[in-house]
């Protein structure tokens, strides 16, 4: 989809402050726009493919040394799953309470 670069004014979506259309930070909240996971998502979701996958196969199959694989194709997919789960432009929320510059 073409979207027309533009020079406008958009509202932050975690404070609703203004800010600049192509602004990449929020300077009231201290909000910052990500494109894909962050470290911390792709992480958890490859530590909980880890774990799944072998204790899924647990039930179906019995302990061997397939085990080494399923976990490293759990890993996988779990970090697959947080890229294709955060591929979009997001705005991170900063869990700091907003302050407000004086101007001067
Ligand atoms: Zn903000």
């Known amino acids: 989809m073409m979207t027309p670069s533009s020079q ?3 509202s932050c979506p975690c404070c609703h402050h203004t800010i600049g259309g192509t602004a990449t930070t929020c300077p ?5 726009k990500h494109f894909g996971p962050v470290s911390r998502e792709i992480i958890l979701s490859s530590l ?6 072998p204790s899924v196969a647990f039930l179906l199959i019995p302990l061997s040394f397939w085990f080494v694989l399923i976990a490293a194709g759990g890993l996988f997919l779990g970090f697959a799953f947080a890229q294709y789960r955060f591929n979009t432009d997001r ?3 900063s869990k700091q309470s907003p302050h407000i510059k004086e101007t001067d």
Do not use: D, S, T
Request: net charge negative.
């Open 91 to 93: 705005w991170i929320c």
């Open 28 to 32: 009231n909240c201290h909000a910052e």
């Open 48 to 53: 909980i493919g880890f774990l799944l996958a």
């Open 8 to 10: 406008g004014v958009m």
